[in-house]
């Protein structure tokens, strides 16, 4: 009884203060709006809607409260903008792989993506000689120097970017499709790959991007270290990070002082209003000042929706004196997703749009909270006390995208914002030196070089500070709203707890972020990720030993399989070491993942087989483990290497041979046979037939059709012998190797057994108690008990 | 016009909220006064001749009682020059916080509404400050008071209809000869603007009534037909220490009252 009056209290309390912010509260009602047209299930969403809707009409009928039915018109409104499909990206028209001849205009500078190639947005105007009306493509070049408005003639390969379904794995090209790209061309001839052709596009972006690329090179002057921070901190690129620099960045918390934010704009803003001086009685020029610099910075690094959000609320915060009226914060953040969602709906769903409102809402929502709850004396309290908001409030949402939680941040983050706003003061003063080509800038960005070396160094302290950051598995979608709304509520329901009451219900939040999320306790589980041509097979234990059987790996040798598919599949489990690895044979597509994954996961045992080691992958492997301190062991045939309760993980098949020919590798991959009760799961690489015919007293449940699906791996006689519930093909979509040969497929389909294709069904993860076992795949097209 | 202009304050306070009372602070739904300050308002004591607050169960105030004459035919005033409507009236002068007008006319509405119920006005119109003044503010403070008073209460104002002419200096630290010959030919109306026109003069502190005098002495100068004068508060002169703790009474009495 109590506690439904206090509840009620609270309630009205919420309910008078949200009265109190009608724009932010429409704002908020269109992003509802938004967000049940997209997120949810049909029928439950029409059911909310409807109830919603109700809802507000019922008031706005018994009390005439006008607010209500705006409310109801926006709510509507929201759901029908993002249903109507009006705002849908567009994906480039040319189809995957085909080769193309464009001719538009460059719309940036381009920008280092990694150590040798540079990327930049275009426009296409003609696409084989035919005008072209669509979205923007990214272009991939080599050793190119391109500035904003050339105008170019490219050769080149359309890329949409490898799709791999597995959980976790980022959706790059739907990323790119939100901010209206179509897709990505790489020139592919060497040099006459692009033909500049004259200049274009608009002068006034020409001339910034012209002092961009002269601010650019200046900073190239700089040593590697100090040019790569400056260019993140400063201009937002990130790409002359190493992804090592990175992941530290990350560890520290301080990753988002590399995106450019609202800290920057306020930086700017605040910089030119005390240099200009005007004051409140040129409110109006004030504005006009103030947007000038604000714009210049906008167009001097791009457009992101942090920028763009910052620099919205800017203007709409410089906006109010000019009509006596006071800067309202809810109102701009409002205004400001109100323009970028009803220009972009589907950045809703974007981590970058997310994490940018949430930081700068919960800075300014839950700064009062965290003001009373620091000790009193505290130094710098108000510093703590934002870095905190801040930090508590995206939280769940760093936990949902990039499965960390680091505490690091809270520590560092007064610091390294100083620093920060030190960076970008010194270097925006450069910039206008530069623009005005006075000669002093040299020496601004020299001593810049040393505030970011310095903010570079702090920040790698911290991230080698014990305990205070880790990978956390992927909270489910519920979790982080329910952990979201909890933070919402906490200022209202926490009044009036005492302050060790406080402080545990703001520890809740990590403590609920830590749980083993999609954990599968005490079952075994093992899941075929999906990394295109290539195999990859991870087994979590019942007793809660991560082990990893091959590494995919691309046949252009680059590391980006471990990279973007195994490391986010292994964090977003919340993987933090593993215990084993398997390398089933020194090919590219089983080992290269492996060698690569090294640096960035811990690895306690490598397991692997002597008669390989003539091979040069394999011999990378072996360093690579011992510099990363993992134990290598050489299994025999017949060897036990893991074993458990009820569970034993046994080599079936190893190389007998004491040095074995790079041709005669596939046919002696290290196979191993994992036991769980009644259950088996026999992993076979690459074995060839004949290996396969040595294997028929075996008797397993689901099997890896060894080598891809491959006609010459394929063994009648010994899929006959065995009690087979499921095999599961691991195999690239479109692979030019034709795999699974006909003959395999048919003879699944003959015997009536389920045949899983991780192109098709994406990964794969069955989960066995020991009895049964049950498959989930990642396209959800088949969920069922064997 | 004036409607264009009820709506654009709407607008406003749908884009800018302000939802703390001028007088008290508290923060309730919506601009200007929360009820308890709104109840307080037909709760003071006026004298009957100016808009000075006076204790319970007297009928003049002391400069009344003494002769001094009044030109307006009726002053009325809100609250007591005390407290966070101080602070929030000296904000609103000197310290950029021009947001504040709107408040205060609502505040200012409400006034008119209770005390001036019957009145009939033509033109409402701002004290107005000096060329040097406006300069250094960047805005006519009672002027833009006076904007959002007339369209709420659907008359018209004018900033040019009554100016000050010359420069003055400061009065609130001279005593009230000094005042009276400080204003004298400061204030010049418009007499074709002003001509015939029930004027509602409005100001912030009402203090000696100096300024009001003065201001009304040249509206009526110019040919108007009569003014009143509401101000937002009143002020209490040192001189008045007797009457400041009676007021104080009188405001424990009310709040007693009140609950
Ligand atoms: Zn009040
Ligand atoms: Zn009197």
Same mark, same amino acid.
């Given at each position: ?32 709006? &938004? ?107 080599? /050793? ?31 990323? @790119? ?13 060497? /040099? ?94 004030? @504005? ?14 791009? #457009? ?49 749009? &997310? ?11 839950? #700064? ?14 108000? =510093? ?22 680091? +505490? ?68 489910? =979608? ?41 954990? #599968? ?58 215990? +084993? ?7 590219? /597509? ?56 009820? @569970? ?46 040595? =294997? ?62 991780? /192109? ?27 | ?29 919506? %601009?200007?006064?929360?009820?308890? %300050? ?11 001749? %100016? ?7 007297? !009928?003049? %105030? ?17 609250? !007591? ?30 006034? $008119? ?51 000050? !002419? ?17 204003? $004298? ?41 009569? $003014? ?7 002020? !209490? ?23």
């Amino acid at each position: 009884m109590k506690l439904g009056q206090e509840a009620k209290q609270i309630l009205f309390k919420m309910r008078a203060a949200a009265r109190r912010q009608p724009f932010c509260l429409l704002a908020a009602v269109f992003i509802l709006g &938004l967000f049940l047209a997209q997120a949810l299930w049909l029928p439950a969403c029409l059911c909310i809607i409807i109830g919603g809707a109700c809802l507000l009409l019922l008031e706005y009928a018994y009390k005439k409260s006008s607010l209500a039915l705006a409310m109801f018109c926006l709510l509507i409104l929201g759901v029908i903008w993002m249903a109507s499909g009006i705002t849908e990206p567009k994906a480039f028209i040319a189809g995957d792989g085909q080769e193309v001849k464009l001719c538009g205009t460059a719309l940036e500078n381009s920008q280092a993506a990694n150590e040798d190639t540079g990327a930049f947005r275009f426009k296409i105007e003609k696409m084989n000689d035919l005008y072209y009306r669509g979205p923007d493509v990214i272009v991939y070049y080599r /050793d190119n120097k391109i500035y904003y408005g050339d105008k170019l003639i490219v050769f080149g390969t359309v890329w949409r970017g490898d799709k791999y379904g597995n959980p976790g794995s980022f959706d790059y090209l739907r990323s @790119l499709q939100v901010s209206g790209i179509g897709g990505t061309v790489s020139t592919c001839y060497g /040099d006459d790959a692009l033909i500049k052709v004259g200049i274009g596009g608009n002068p006034l972006l020409y001339a910034v991007g012209k002092i961009r690329a002269k601010l650019n090179t200046a900073i190239d002057d700089l040593p590697d270290l100090q040019s790569a921070v400056l260019k993140g901190v400063f201009l937002g690129e990130k790409g002359e990070l190493s992804k090592n620099q990175r992941e530290i960045l990350a560890n520290a918390g301080v990753l988002s002082v590399f995106a450019v934010s609202g800290l920057h704009i306020t930086i700017v803003l605040m910089a030119a209003l005390l240099l200009t001086g005007v004051s409140y009685r040129y409110r109006f020029w004030r @504005l006009l000042v103030g947007m000038f610099f604000v714009v210049f910075y906008l167009l001097l690094v791009g #457009n992101s929706p942090s920028v763009l959000r910052a620099a919205l609320m800017a203007a709409f915060v410089l906006l109010a004196p000019c009509f006596n009226e006071k800067a309202n914060f809810y109102s701009s953040i409002a205004f400001a997703a109100f323009v970028l969602l009803v220009y972009q709906p589907l950045q809703l769903f974007q981590a970058g749009f &997310l994490l940018s409102f949430g930081a700068a809402f919960g800075l300014v929502y839950l #700064n009062n909270f965290f003001l009373r709850l620091l000790p009193l004396r505290l130094p710098f309290k108000h =510093l703590w006390s934002v870095s905190l908001a801040a930090g508590l409030t995206v939280m769940p949402l760093v936990a949902y995208y990039f499965y960390k939680l680091s +505490f690091v941040g809270f520590l560092l983050m007064p610091f390294i914002n100083i620093l920060a706003g030190g960076v970008v003061v010194l270097a925006m003063f450069s910039a206008l030196l530069l623009t005005l080509s006075l000669p002093l800038y040299s020496f601004c960005i020299a001593a810049d070089g040393l505030l970011c070396e310095l903010l570079y160094r702090i920040s790698a302290w911290g991230a080698q500070l014990p305990f205070l950051h880790t990978t956390v598995a992927k909270p489910p =979608l519920a979790v982080v709203f329910i952990l979201i709304c909890f933070l919402i509520l906490l200022p209202y329901i926490a009044e009036f707890w005492s302050r060790r009451a406080k402080v545990f219900a703001v520890l809740l939040i990590p403590v609920c972020l830590l749980l083993p999320y999609g954990s #599968n306790c005490g079952k075994l589980e093992v899941s075929f990720l999906d990394v295109g041509q290539g195999l990859c097979v991870y087994i979590s234990t019942p007793g809660g030993a991560d082990i990893l059987y091959d590494g995919g790996g691309s046949f252009s040798g680059s590391d980006s399989i471990a990279e973007y598919v195994i490391l986010p599949y292994l964090q977003c489990r919340g993987v933090r070491e593993l215990d +084993f690895i398997i390398s089933s044979h020194p090919h590219i /597509d089983h080992i290269g993942g492996l060698t690569a994954l090294m640096p960035y996961i811990p690895v306690k045992k490598a397991v692997t087989s002597r008669s390989f080691c003539g091979n040069d992958l394999q011999q990378q492997f072996l360093h690579q483990a011992e510099a990363f301190n993992a134990q290598i062991i050489f299994a025999e045939a017949g060897e036990i290497i893991f074993k458990e309760n009820n @569970l034993t993980i046994n080599v079936v098949c190893a190389p007998s041979l004491q040095h074995i020919k790079d041709e005669g590798l596939n046919e002696n991959s290290l196979a191993v046979l994992i036991s769980y009760g009644k259950q088996d799961f026999l992993l076979t690489g690459d074995l060839g037939s004949e290996q396969l015919a040595d =294997l028929t007293s075996l008797e397993a449940e689901v099997i890896q059709i060894s080598h891809h699906g491959s006609a010459d791996g394929f063994n009648k006689r010994f899929y006959n012998s065995q009690p087979l519930l499921a095999a599961v093909v691991p195999v690239g979509r479109k692979n030019t190797f034709g795999h699974p040969a006909k003959i395999v497929t048919d003879y699944f389909t003959d015997r009536d057994i389920a045949l899983f294709r991780t /192109d098709l069904d994406g990964a794969l993860s069955f989960i066995c108690n020991g009895k049964e076992i049950k498959v989930q795949s990642f396209s959800g097209r088949k969920e069922e008990f064997l | 016009m004036s409607q264009h202009k009820v709506f654009a304050n709407r607008v406003r306070q749908f884009v800018w909220p302000q939802s703390r009372c001028p007088v008290c602070g508290s923060l309730h739904n919506g %601009c200007g006064l929360c009820d308890q %300050c709104h109840e307080l308002l037909t709760k003071q004591n006026l004298c009957l001749h %100016c808009p000075t607050i006076i204790p319970q169960g007297t !009928v003049l %105030c002391r400069e009344c009682a003494l002769g001094i004459k009044n030109p307006f035919l009726q002053g009325v005033s809100g609250y !007591v020059y005390e407290g966070r409507l101080r602070n929030n009236i000296l904000n609103f002068k000197y310290h950029n916080k021009s947001e504040l007008h709107r408040p205060l006319a609502l505040l200012l509405r409400e006034l $008119v509404e209770q005390r001036l119920p019957y009145q009939q006005f033509d033109l409402v119109l701002a004290v107005p400050v000096s060329k040097q003044t406006m300069e250094r503010r960047g805005y006519n403070h009672m002027q833009l008071v006076a904007d959002i008073l007339a369209a709420e209460l659907k008359l018209s104002t004018s900033p040019i209809a009554l100016r000050r !002419v010359r420069y003055t200096r400061k009065l609130n630290k001279l005593n009230r000869s000094e005042r009276e010959k400080e204003l $004298v030919g400061a204030f010049n109306a418009d007499s074709k603007r002003v001509f015939g026109k029930n004027i509602l003069l409005i100001d912030d502190i009402f203090t000696t009534g100096a300024t009001a005098r003065a201001c009304t002495e040249a509206l009526l100068a110019a040919g108007s037909k009569s $003014v009143y004068l509401a101000t937002i508060a009143s002020a !209490v002169l040192q001189s008045n220490e007797k009457y400041r703790k009676q007021i104080d009474k009188t405001r424990a009495c009310s709040d007693s009252l009140k609950l």
